[in-house]
């Protein structure tokens, strides 16, 4: 089973930087692996995802601002946000997969497995 625990959320200001972590157990399995977010409202959406390859895929939204990457030594996923606006702010989850639907168009689907949350304010 694989489980993902997200940390690094805060409260920053705008133009600041902030990175977040994601940590999983059964985690090297998984092929696929992304970062979605939800704000106040909205429905969640896609923000980055990244392929076994190291192939990536960004929202327009945070393209250029925003990396997603992965160390493969120690599970874990991180997310580096750079020049944060205020319509970043959300609760930003991890997720992974090992089928790869959907992690060209930054879809849901095919990422089985979910961290809880972490909540990131852009004031």
């Known amino acids: 089973d694989v489980q993902l625990v997200e940390s690094g959320g805060g409260s920053v200001q705008a133009g600041e930087s902030l990175t977040l972590s994601c940590a999983g157990r059964?985690?090297?399995?998984?092929?696929?692996w992304a970062w979605f977010r939800q704000a106040p409202g909205k429905k969640r959406e896609g923000v980055a995802t990244?392929?076994?390859?190291?192939?990536?895929r960004y929202a327009d939204s945070v393209r250029g601002r925003f990396t997603i990457s992965k160390d493969n030594a120690e599970y874990i996923l991180y997310l580096q946000m750079n020049s944060l606006k205020d319509e970043d702010t959300a609760v930003y989850y991890c997720?992974?997969?090992?089928?790869?639907?959907?992690?060209?168009?930054?879809?849901?689907?095919?990422?089985?497995?979910w961290g809880q949350g972490t909540q990131v304010t852009v004031s």
């Open positions: 059964g985690y090297s399995f998984s092929r696929y």
């Open positions: 990244l392929d076994r390859y190291g192939g990536t």
């Open positions: 997720a992974a997969g090992s089928s790869g639907l959907g992690w060209q168009s930054l879809r849901e689907d095919g990422f089985p497995y």
